[in-house]
C-alpha cells in the first residue's frame, strides 16, 4: 500500500482548501491539498458576479477571477493539488484513505486541514423526483460551468442568497425565470440581489410554497400555494405556471462525514445548517491537529470561507513550527479583523452570533477537559 | 407590504432615507450619481471606485454608502463597480424633454446606439420607450456594460433599467464572426 508522507493534508480545494493551503504553503509548510473535482475552485468558479465586502476581500472582483487568482497563488506557493482523488475516510491518527487514479493511497500529515464545504438541501414534495426538478447549485454549476441550459422556463424556491443569484444567472444564459417562491414572509437574500431579478420582471412570491409538479415524464407544470404562518398551505391560493426547471435553494448543510470519523467534538447550530464541529480561534478542533475551514465549520460564504481557510493554515503552520508564535498572532489577528467585518450588519449579525456560540463551546469544552485532568 | 425586504424593491421612504440619493436641487442641476443602497451589506468598491471622494462608507464596511453631490462629476465610474447593481448616473438636464440615465446591464445581447427599447421600472414594468445613446464597454468594468438611455422626462425618477432583448438564436448569429461579449 502507498503512503505519502506531507506536513499538512488539506481536503478540499475550494475558497477555504486553497487559501489555507497558500498561508501554509507560503509559510514553508509542505502540503498535499486533495478534492474530489476535476477541476479546483470548489464552489468558486461557477461564481460569475461580482462579489461583495471590502477591497482586502477582492470586492467588485467576480468569484472565477477569485478563483483563479488563488490557484495561481497555490500554485506558486509549492503546494500540490492532487484532483479527481476521493478522501474516503479518515483514522484517529489522522492519516487519511483516498482513493486516486483508482489505486488506494494513505496520506500521512502531521496536520490535517478540512475543507469539505457543503452539500444543497433538498425538499419532497409530490412531483419533487420528476427530471427537471434539481438544486439550485445544480444548475448553477450546469451554466456557469458545463455551459449547459438546463431548461428554458424557471420556477426558483428559495429567496436567499443562492436561490436570488441563480435566478439571475439562469437569465443571464438566456432561460425565463416565471416566478421566485419563498416560503418566509421575507426575502432572505441581500436586496439588491433581489431587486435584479425584479428589474428583469421576475415576480417573487412570499409565503408561498410548491404544492405539486407535474408532467408527462418530466417538468410541465408547478402549482404554488400560499402558506401561513405555520407554513401550513391555505386551499384556494394556489396558482399555476408552465415550467420545465424547478431550481430548489433551500439552504445548505455542512459536509461533516469526515469530521465525524475523527471522532472531534460538535455542536448543534441552526443558522449554520445543523451538526458543526467545535474549534478555537485558529480553527482547530478538540482533535489535536485537525482543524477545518469555510462551510464545513458552518454555512456561511465564499469570503468568509477565504478567510476561515487563511486563519486555518496559520494555526496549522504555526503548530508545525513553521511560523513563529509572534508572527503567526499578528497574521491571526489581521484575518479575525476582516472577517469580523463579514460578520456584521443585518445579514452578518446572526452569523457573528453562531461563531460565537460555537467559539465558546470550544472553551467550554477545553476547560472541562483540561478540569477533568487535574 | 412595501420595502425592499418584501418586494426586492426599496420603498419611498428607504429611498428618501437613503443616503446614497442626491438632492432635488443636485439632481436638476445635471449628472449625478443615484446610489439606491438601503441595506447595511458588507460591501465598499464604490467607495474605492471614485477618484473624486464623492462616495464615503469608512472603516465599518456595512454602513451605508453616502454621497456627497457636490462632489460627484457624473463620471459613472461607480456604476459598473457596484456588485449590487444599485448605482445609476441620472441627467435630469439632458434636454427639454428629454432625461439621461446611465444604468449597468449584464445580458446579451446588448442594445445598440439608437436603439428603441423598453424602459423598466425598479419592479420591471415597462413604462416608456427609451432610447440608447451609448453602451460602454470597458476593460475597467470587468463584464458589466454600462448603457445609456434617454427617456421623457416624467418617467425618469422611475425607470432604472431596460427589458432584456430577446435572445439571439443559432441562425441569427450564424453569418457572424465570434462571439458576443459584455
Known amino acids: 500500500m502507498e503512503v505519502y508522507r506531507t506536513d499538512i493534508a488539506v481536503v478540499g480545494a475550494g475558497s477555504a482548501g486553497l487559501s489555507a493551503a497558500y498561508q501554509a504553503a507560503g509559510a514553508g509548510a509542505k502540503v498535499l491539498v486533495i478534492d474530489e473535482n476535476r477541476l479546483p475552485g470548489g464552489q468558486l468558479f461557477k461564481q460569475i458576479h461580482k462579489f461583495f465586502g471590502s477591497r482586502a476581500h477582492r470586492a467588485g472582483t467576480r468569484g472565477y477571477m477569485i478563483g483563479r487568482e488563488l490557484l495561481e497563488n497555490v500554485t506558486a506557493s509549492g503546494a500540490e493539488v492532487w484532483l479527481d482523488s476521493l478522501v474516503y475516510g479518515m483514522q484517529k491518527d489522522l492519516s487519511l484513505g483516498v482513493i486516486r487514479n483508482g489505486k488506494h493511497i494513505v496520506v500521512k500529515a502531521d496536520a490535517v486541514i478540512v475543507a469539505a464545504g457543503a452539500k444543497e438541501n433538498y425538499m419532497a414534495f409530490p412531483g419533487s423526483t420528476l427530471p427537471g426538478v434539481m438544486g439550485a447549485g445544480a444548475a448553477q454549476t450546469m451554466i456557469n460551468v458545463n455551459r449547459v441550459l438546463p431548461g428554458e422556463r424557471v420556477l426558483m424556491l428559495g429567496s436567499g442568497n443562492v436561490g436570488l443569484i441563480v435566478s439571475y444567472q439562469l437569465m443571464q444564459a438566456g432561460a425565463e425565470v416565471v416566478a421566485l417562491v419563498e416560503g418566509a414572509p421575507k426575502i432572505g437574500g441581500y436586496g439588491v440581489h433581489a431587486g435584479k431579478i425584479r428589474r428583469a420582471g421576475v415576480p417573487i412570491y412570499l409565503s408561498h410554497t410548491i404544492k405539486s409538479v407535474t408532467g408527462n415524464g418530466r417538468v410541465e407544470k408547478v402549482e404554488i400555494v400560499g402558506v401561513d404562518a405555520r407554513w401550513q398551505q391555505i386551499p384556494g391560493t394556489e396558482k399555476t405556471f408552465e415550467a420545465d426547471t424547478v431550481c430548489l435553494a433551500v439552504g445548505l448543510n455542512p459536509m461533516t462525514e469526515l469530521l465525524w470519523m475523527s471522532g472531534c467534538e460538535f455542536c448543534f447550530i441552526p443558522a449554520f445548517g445543523g451538526h458543526v464541529p467545535l474549534h478555537d480561534a485558529s480553527m482547530e478542533t478538540t482533535v489535536k491537529g485537525l482543524y477545518v475551514a469555510g462551510d464545513v465549520t458552518g454555512v456561511e460564504e465564499a469570503s468568509s470561507a477565504m478567510e476561515e481557510g487563511n486563519l486555518a493554515g496559520i494555526g496549522a503552520a504555526r503548530a508545525l513550527g513553521f511560523l513563529s508564535e509572534e508572527e503567526a498572532k499578528r497574521k491571526l489577528a489581521e484575518t479575525a479583523e476582516r472577517l469580523r467585518t463579514l460578520r456584521s450588519g443585518m445579514f452578518g449579525e446572526g452569523r457573528r452570533k453562531a461563531k460565537e456560540q460555537q467559539l465558546e463551546a470550544m472553551e467550554q469544552y477545553r476547560a472541562g477537559t483540561a478540569e477533568s485532568m487535574i | ?182
Open chain 2, 1 to 182: 407590504m412595501e420595502g425592499i425586504i418584501y418586494t426586492g424593491v426599496p420603498s419611498k421612504e428607504e429611498l428618501s432615507a437613503c443616503p446614497g440619493i442626491p438632492s432635488e436641487e443636485r439632481m436638476n442641476r445635471g449628472r449625478v450619481a443615484c446610489i439606491e443602497c438601503v441595506q447595511e451589506i458588507p460591501c465598499n468598491p464604490c467607495e474605492g471606485a471614485c477618484r473624486f471622494g464623492a462616495i464615503t462608507i469608512g472603516e465599518e464596511i456595512t454602513r451605508l454608502p453616502v454621497l456627497h453631490e457636490e462632489k460627484c462629476t457624473g463620471c459613472g465610474v461607480c456604476v459598473a463597480n457596484c456588485p449590487g447593481l444599485a448605482i445609476t448616473v441620472i441627467d435630469r438636464s439632458f434636454s427639454e424633454t428629454e432625461a439621461s440615465i446611465d444604468f449597468p446591464f449584464e445580458y446579451i445581447p446588448l442594445p445598440a446606439e439608437g436603439d428603441l427599447v423598453d424602459a423598466v421600472s425598479r419592479g420591471g414594468e415597462v413604462l416608456c420607450k427609451g432610447r440608447i445613446l451609448k453602451v460602454k464597454k470597458s476593460k475597467a468594468f470587468a463584464g458589466t456594460a454600462v448603457i445609456s438611455m434617454a427617456v421623457p422626462k416624467e418617467y425618469i425618477d422611475e425607470v432604472r433599467s431596460m427589458k432584456r432583448l430577446p435572445r439571439r438564436t443559432a441562425s441569427d448569429t450564424a453569418g457572424k464572426n465570434g462571439k458576443e461579449t459584455i
